[in-house]
């Protein structure tokens, strides 16, 4: 899929603080972008001839909502509908690990319908991702 038809945002739960959601924010990009290189622009030159490592090519809108909402969205991308789309979340679960291997042993234990998810990332065809998120408003 051309760059032209593909749209990614972020969507984080408006009522955690600052530092969680900065993070949450971070790690999802991070997975976004190891997902989909395609979507990071080429290293640069300034002026200076001093070299600036490429960034996203295209906005990544950060989007707010809340527990419930994410939730919901979360269940809805599993629906065959979305099956095509990438969707990264990062969870409470997530969080509260020391390391991926703790991560790896906590999730084995934990259902779905148990996890809080701090934010979703989701990249896809832009017509879908409008779909799932084109009502939601920015986080300000």
């Given at each position: 899929?051309?760059?032209?038809?593909?749209?990614?945002?972020?969507?984080?739960?408006?009522?955690?603080?600052?530092?969680i959601?900065?993070?949450?924010?971070?790690?999802?990009?991070v997975?976004?972008?190891?997902?989909?290189?395609?979507?990071?622009?080429?290293?640069?030159?300034?002026?200076?001839?001093?070299?600036?490592?490429?960034?996203?090519?295209?906005?990544?809108?950060?989007?707010?909502?809340?527990?419930?909402?994410?939730?919901?969205?979360?269940?809805?991308?599993?629906?065959?509908?979305?099956?095509?789309?990438?969707?990264?979340?990062?969870?409470?679960?997530?969080?509260?690990?020391?390391?991926?291997?703790?991560?790896?042993?906590?999730?084995?234990?934990?259902?779905?319908?148990?996890?809080?998810?701090?934010?979703?990332?989701?990249?896809?065809?832009?017509?879908?991702?409008?779909?799932?998120?084109?009502?939601?408003?920015?986080?300000?």
């Amino acid at each position: 899929m051309e760059i032209e038809n593909k749209k990614c945002v972020i969507i984080l739960d408006e009522e955690l603080p600052l530092g969680i959601l900065a993070n949450t924010s971070a790690v999802l990009g991070v997975t976004l972008g190891k997902e989909h290189p395609e979507i990071i622009g080429p290293t640069l030159a300034d002026q200076s001839t001093l070299e600036h490592m490429g960034i996203v090519a295209t906005p990544i809108p950060i989007l707010k909502g809340n527990k419930q909402l994410l939730q919901a969205l979360r269940k809805r991308c599993y629906s065959d509908e979305f099956n095509d789309c990438t969707v990264v979340d990062f969870t409470d679960v997530a969080q509260s690990c020391i390391d991926y291997d703790d991560y790896i042993e906590k999730m084995k234990h934990v259902q779905e319908s148990d996890l809080h998810y701090f934010g979703i990332g989701l990249c896809g065809e832009k017509k879908k991702i409008n779909k799932l998120t084109g009502s939601l408003p920015l986080l300000r």
